[in-house]
């Protein structure tokens, strides 16, 4: 259960994500001109926490790799997702000039592009078996 000095905890750490600008503006529906201290006179307290988990749920789902999506290191290389380990850990990315490394997720992040036709080639090689 919740204690009221939680609930406090909540609502301040609540307002440094709104004050540090952690949310994008435009995420919160402002009008041109007007500056982050907006948030707080157009949401209570819930409303404003509740539209920081959805903006946080948005940044896990877009951060999430998936077979055919290209991705990228810290060293430079680039690739796309070929597979993905069962515990979600380690990928196998093909590297343009095809051959393939499998390392930790977490040294990858998503460049934005997305090969729907890696998925659909590794499907059609699974049903031939």
Known sequence: MKTY???LNEAWEAART???CKVPFDFWELSSGQSMLAVFRRYSVKEA???IREYEEEQKKAA???IGDEVTD?????GVVTWISPDGEYLV?????????RWEKEHFKKTGRHFPQIAEVLKQLQEEE
């Open 5 to 7: 000095e939680d609930g």
């Open 18 to 20: 709104v004050v540090d």
């Open 49 to 51: 926490i509740e539209k």
């Open 64 to 66: 999430e790799i998936k």
């Open 74 to 78: 810290n060293d430079g290389w680039k």
């Open 93 to 101: 990315v093909t590297l343009q000039d095809g051959s393939a490394l």
